[in-house]
């Protein structure tokens, strides 16, 4: 039986998070979303990531097109963060479901895709859209590293090594202007995203 996150309003206040709310956005995109956790505070490892954070401040950064962050791999299809959408979603194909809203934080639409296992995000800026996230919806699909929702706190923090920020159950690998946030809950991986850091 698949381990699996369905939570319909969700939808709304994630497209809210990227640019309507008073969240902020150089978070985790999906940080805020989350209830309160009852896993405990981890100790912070000794040697975190090495990847500076980018700055937090000013209007959000245009994105460079280069991959950012952390791979996700779909049917051999390599996704990262940050960069153009339409080639992605070219070789992805038909979407299962498709939603759009007007962008509060961006002139255009912002564009959420469905597809088996995932979502994947997406934000308007010049003549392009790119991708802001792609978020885990059931345990069909993994990270390279082998992560899935459902999986153990502890084999995943095994898996994942030294993290760059722990809040509230909320665990974030940061890596250029990408990140992995990882949220758990009851001792397992609750909702998982790669996200694109806008400052």
């Known amino acids: 039986m698949k381990y699996t996150m369905i939570i319909p ?14 969240a902020d956005q150089s978070e985790s995109a ?6 309160e956790s009852e896993d405990p505070a981890p100790e912070k490892p000794d040697a975190p990531n090495d990847t ?8 959000p950064a245009p994105p460079t097109g280069n991959p950012e962050g952390f791979p996700f791999i779909y049917n051999d299809i390599t996704i990262h963060v940050g960069i153009p959408a339409e080639p992605i979603l070219r070789k992805l194909g038909e979407p299962l479901h498709y939603f759009e ?4 934080a961006f002139e ?13 995000h997406t934000f308007p800026m010049g003549d392009a859209d790119y991708i802001l996230a792609v978020r885990f919806t059931d345990d069909s699909v993994k990270t390279p590293d082998g992560v899935y929702l459902g999986k153990s706190v502890i084999d995943t923090l095994a ?13 974030t690998y940061i890596k250029g202007r990408g990140s992995l946030g990882v949220m758990t809950e009851n001792g397992v991986v609750a909702d998982l995203s790669y996200n694109f850091i806008l400052h």
Do not use: H
């Open 9 to 22: 309003a969700m939808l709304l206040s994630i497209l809210l998070l990227f640019g309507c709310g008073g």
């Open 30 to 35: 999906f940080a805020a979303s989350s209830s």
């Open 52 to 59: 500076p954070a980018p700055p937090t401040t000013g209007a």
């Open 101 to 104: 809203a007007p962008s509060c």
């Open 108 to 120: 255009g639409i912002d564009r959420t895709y469905f597809y088996s296992g995932f979502e994947l």
């Open 159 to 171: 898996v994942l090594g030294g993290y760059d920020e722990y809040n509230n159950g909320m665990y």
